[in-house]
């Protein structure tokens, strides 16, 4: 049942607990990193309130909200794979729909980026912007920043679960022994789709 | 311990998520900045406690998937306190 236990673990329970517990400290560092982002968003906020609220109102929140729900959806889907991984069945497809949400929120994100360009509020170097103020082209750089940031975290994230994805389908990732490293890659994901979830009301939310 | 399944967490989520765009059409200011902020806090603890194994996980295991949470807390109180203070002078 259990995964063979190494030096220096003494049982298969402790060995388990704790690749877990340096995935969670692991994840922690990121929340960090993203916290960093938040705390500039709280200070414009406070801050610059009318500027920010007027340049959240041009945000696309129906882009938004969709990319919420395709993630959340992203994650159920994982969680459901770490979960058959640990009863010792393989759920290839079930990996592979979760990737192609994930790829969906970058097509999405892709498409509004391309109309944040057009309409020229995307503070990209060399692009075209107009600003009514300096703090709304802060929250504008500070959008992109964060919502990037995220986005490749995502990637991180799909090329962890497309390569579970092939060794499930291979039948090289023996379960439920080993099974951890679906539980390990799961946490990843569903960290990134937790801090999405924070982003969305921040960034486009904000009234 | 199958106490609430993914599926019902994920209805839950995306229950969550009608919420706070519906509460960002009605409130607006702190009153609105606040209640996003909480039912963005309400569903990462779902998808902490259910998809990230909290439910299951020991007390030490818990502390160290939380432990960044009371570091976030300590920025942002010493940043606020600054702002929430400045008109007591």
Same mark, same amino acid.
């Given at each position: 049942?259990? #995964?063979?236990? +190494?030096?220096?673990?003494?049982?298969?329970?402790?060995? +388990?607990?704790?690749?877990?517990?340096?995935?969670?400290? &692991?994840?922690?560092?990121?929340?960090?990193?993203?916290?960093?982002?938040?705390?500039?968003? *709280?200070?414009?906020? *406070?801050?610059?309130?009318?500027?920010?609220?007027?340049?959240?109102?041009?945000?696309?929140?129906? /882009?938004?909200?969709?990319?919420?729900? *395709?993630?959340?959806?992203?994650?159920?889907?994982?969680?459901?794979?770490?979960?058959?991984?640990?009863?010792?069945?393989?759920?290839?497809?079930?990996?592979?729909?979760?990737?192609?949400?994930?790829?969906?929120?970058?097509?999405?994100?892709?498409?509004?980026?391309?109309?944040?360009?057009?309409?020229? /509020?995307?503070?990209?170097?060399?692009?075209?912007?107009?600003?009514?103020?300096?703090?709304?082209?802060?929250?504008?750089?500070?959008?992109? /920043?964060?919502?990037?940031?995220?986005?490749?975290?995502?990637?991180?994230?799909?090329?962890?679960?497309?390569?579970?994805?092939?060794?499930?389908? +291979?039948?090289?990732?023996?379960?439920?022994? +080993?099974?951890?490293?679906?539980?390990?890659?799961?946490?990843?994901?569903?960290?990134? #789709?937790?801090?999405? /979830? &924070?982003?969305?009301?921040?960034?486009?939310?904000?009234? | 311990?199958?106490?609430?399944?993914?599926?019902?967490?994920? %209805?839950?989520?995306?229950?969550?998520? =009608?919420?706070?765009?519906?509460?960002?059409?009605?409130?607006? =200011?702190? %009153?609105? $900045?606040?209640?996003?902020?909480?039912?963005?806090?309400?569903?990462?603890?779902?998808?902490?406690?259910?998809?990230?194994?909290?439910?299951?996980?020991?007390?030490?295991?818990? %502390?160290?998937? $939380? =432990?960044?949470?009371?570091?976030?807390?300590?920025? $942002?109180?010493?940043?606020?306190?600054?702002?929430?203070?400045? =008109?007591?002078?």
């Amino acid at each position: 049942m259990a #995964d063979r236990v +190494r030096e220096p673990y003494a049982a298969p329970g402790q060995q +388990r607990e704790a690749a877990m517990m340096g995935m969670y400290i &692991f994840l922690a560092s990121e929340t960090m990193l993203f916290s960093g982002l938040f705390l500039v968003a *709280l200070h414009l906020r *406070l801050e610059h309130a009318p500027e920010v609220v007027a340049a959240s109102r041009q945000m696309h929140y129906f /882009i938004g909200a969709a990319n919420t729900a *395709l993630l959340l959806t992203s994650s159920l889907l994982v969680a459901l794979a770490v979960e058959a991984a640990r009863e010792g069945r393989a759920r290839p497809a079930v990996l592979a729909t979760a990737i192609l949400l994930g790829l969906g929120f970058l097509a999405l994100k892709a498409v509004e980026y391309r109309m944040e360009y057009a309409e020229g /509020i995307l503070p990209l170097p060399g692009a075209v912007t107009e600003f009514s103020s300096p703090a709304r082209h802060a929250f504008m750089n500070l959008y992109l /920043i964060a919502t990037a940031l995220h986005a490749v975290h995502l990637s991180i994230g799909l090329g962890l679960l497309a390569t579970l994805a092939v060794r499930l389908l +291979r039948g090289t990732l023996p379960l439920p022994e +080993r099974s951890i490293v679906m539980v390990n890659a799961g946490l990843y994901w569903h960290l990134v #789709d937790v801090i999405w /979830i &924070f982003l969305y009301p921040v960034f486009y939310l904000a009234r | 311990m199958r106490t609430a399944s993914p599926v019902v967490v994920w %209805i839950v989520l995306l229950a969550l998520l =009608g919420l706070t765009l519906a509460a960002s059409f009605v409130l607006s =200011g702190m %009153i609105g $900045l606040t209640v996003a902020l909480a039912v963005a806090s309400v569903k990462s603890g779902l998808v902490f406690w259910r998809y990230m194994h909290l439910r299951e996980a020991s007390g030490l295991l818990r %502390i160290a998937a $939380l =432990g960044a949470l009371f570091w976030v807390f300590v920025l $942002l109180a010493f940043v606020t306190a600054d702002y929430l203070t400045r =008109g007591l002078a």
